[in-house]
């Protein structure tokens, strides 16, 4: 089975510019999460989704940051405008909305902001 | 509010050492355990879970109890591999549907040969 996809795996811009990142959760899983994970503050979850619609948005870091998941199997982070300091790997991360049920994570997309 | 608190790392350890990664947490109710690895270039990934009170979770050689009584879910394992150098993140949740997991910050294990 595919597991949780994530594009692009790196990207890289100049502060100013719109980022969009993407990701594909399992099929049937119908809780969606994003994180960001930096070496200074590690792994911070920004936003998650329970059956499309946003639940907890408190970890987005400001106006810049929007997140939307227009159906069961797509969901986008964007940045606009860009700042260095939103250089970070981010994840996204789905589960089955049941209780105990673990989360399971992409591979990220390693943000690089100039 | 729920919290994780890992022992601060690196740890760096021989191979065949045994390895504690210390993890306590402070939460209402009645909270499921989790611990989670990432290998470098990964996103995370379940390694056990326990989900009430004197649990075991175990995967890999990785063993964790649930220590209510100490508010504890310490992973441990008799002999580490220089394949199991990764960042272990320790994870609670609430029990209920639909809620985000709490991460611990991570502890990174370094093993060498």
């Known amino acids: 089975d595919a597991g949780v996809i994530q594009s692009p795996r790196h990207e890289v811009t100049e502060m100013g510019q719109e980022v969009t990142l993407r990701c594909k959760p399992i099929?049937?899983?119908?809780?969606l999460f994003w994180y960001r994970q930096t070496m200074m503050r590690g792994l911070e979850l920004l936003i998650y989704?329970?059956?499309?619609?946003?639940?907890?948005d408190s970890g987005m870091p400001e106006d810049r940051f929007s997140a939307k998941m227009p159906n069961a199997s797509f969901s986008t982070l964007k940045i606009q405008p860009s700042e260095p300091r939103d250089s970070a790997v981010y994840f996204c991360?789905?589960?089955?909305?049941?209780?105990?049920?673990?989360?399971?994570f992409g591979d990220g997309t390693r943000l690089s902001i100039l | 509010g729920n919290s994780v608190t890992q022992m601060e790392g690196p740890v760096t350890l021989s191979e065949e050492a045994f390895l504690t990664i210390n993890c306590t947490y402070t939460?209402?109710?009645?909270?499921?355990l989790f611990w989670y690895v990432q290998y470098p270039g990964e996103g995370l990934q379940l390694l056990l879970k326990?989900?009430?009170?004197?649990d075991k979770g175990s995967n890999k050689g990785f063993e964790a109890t649930y220590r209510k009584e100490t508010t504890s879910f310490h992973l441990e394992k008799g002999s580490v591999q220089v394949s199991d150098s990764a960042v272990y993140f320790c994870?609670?949740?609430?029990?209920?549907?639909?809620?985000?997991?709490?991460f611990g910050k991570g502890t990174t294990l370094s093993v060498s040969s």
């Open positions: 326990a989900t009430k009170a004197d």
């Open positions: 939460a209402t109710g009645y909270p499921s």
């Open positions: 994870a609670l949740s609430d029990g209920q549907a639909g809620t985000a997991l709490i």
């Open positions: 099929s049937g899983h119908n809780s």
């Open positions: 991360a789905s589960s089955v909305n049941r209780a105990l049920q673990p989360q399971h």
């Open positions: 989704f329970n059956n499309n619609v946003p639940i907890d």
